[in-house]
């Protein structure tokens, strides 16, 4: 179930959509059905970052973090 980022085309209203179905989406503010589906931008992780993602990396010690998956990650 794909969720999709609307503009209503009668009030301006932007909002996202949990789309089930056949289900025919519907401004929350003006309850118009005139929409236009906008692009979403997945987010994304930089290797290059500075800031650690994994919450456990000064506690395990290993010099090379594996980015949260480990184990480690969940005592944290």
């Not at 969720?3 to 996202?16: D, L, N, S, T, V």
């Not at 906008?38 to 594996?66: E, F, T, W």
Request: proline share 8%.
């Amino acid at each position: 179930m794909p969720i999709y980022e609307y503009a209503c085309q009668e009030c301006g209203h932007e909002f996202e959509f949990l789309l089930r179905g056949d289900e025919k989406p519907a401004c929350p503010a003006c309850n118009s059905g005139r929409l236009t589906r906008n692009l979403s931008v997945p987010a994304a992780h930089s290797a290059s970052s500075r800031k650690s993602s994994c919450p456990a990396r000064d506690a395990c010690g290993m010099p090379h973090c594996s980015g949260g998956s480990c184990d480690m990650a969940q005592w944290m």
